[in-house]
Every structure is written in structure tokens, then in C-alpha cells.
Nanobody, 118 residues
């Protein structure tokens, strides 16, 4: 049974920090590219960061330098360290596992809410 579970969301003042975690099971984690997305009401889900099998990561421009994504293949876990948070970072954050093949299914978590107040 596949599970992708996010945690670590909460409320914080602007300038503060939060660390999100995503624990996965039920598939070969090491072969999957892991992503963090976020979504606000009425908007499309947007890609925040991705970490590849190699361990390399990419970030959207407005979080680069503030957010750091990491993966631990031994623990089937990815984290998103978020520093210098801004009110515009307020969103529900989702973890997604993208399989290694075109036919591989994607797996999504249920999301965790982040609220940044000014």
C-alpha cells in the first residue's frame, strides 16, 4: 500500500522558519524524483522544489536561497527547510513522488498547511 504523508506545517510570523517532512512507503523510493508543490485557494498547484535520484535539487525562483530540499533514501523521507518566510509563502504544501518511467504513476500526499503572517 502506497503512502505519502506530509507533516510540519503550521503558523509562523514573517521572517520565521518551518521544516516540512514527507515520509513515503509502498514503492521504490530511491528511484523516484520527489517534489514539493504548493497551492492557494483559487490558484493552480505550483512546483516549489524537486530533488532527483542523484540528490540534486531545483527550486522556483522566488524560494531559491530561502528553501532547501533534501532527501534521505534510507528513511524514505524528503524535507523542505523554509527560512525567511513571507506571507506569499502561505499555502497548502504537497509532496509528490514521480516515478522513473513514463508509465509510472505519481503519488501525492494529503498536504500540510503553512500560514505566514505579517
Amino acid at each position: 500500500q502506497v503512502q505519502v504523508v506530509e507533516s510540519g506545517g503550521g503558523s509562523v510570523q514573517a521572517g520565521g522558519s518551518l521544516t516540512l517532512s514527507c515520509v513515503a512507503s509502498g514503492f521504490d523510493f530511491r528511484t523516484y524524483t520527489m517534489h514539493w508543490y504548493r497551492q492557494t485557494p483559487g490558484e493552480e498547484r505550483e512546483l516549489v522544489a524537486a530533488t532527483y535520484k542523484s540528490g540534486n535539487s531545483n527550486y522556483r525562483e522566488d524560494v531559491r536561497g530561502r528553501f532547501t530540499m533534501a532527501r534521505d533514501d534510507d528513511k524514505n523521507t524528503v524535507t523542505l527547510q523554509m527560512n525567511r518566510l513571507k506571507p506569499t509563502d502561505t499555502a497548502v504544501y504537497y509532496c509528490k513522488a514521480q516515478g522513473p518511467y513514463y508509465s509510472s504513476p505519481d503519488y501525492w500526499g494529503q498536504g500540510t498547511q503553512v500560514i505566514v503572517s505579517s
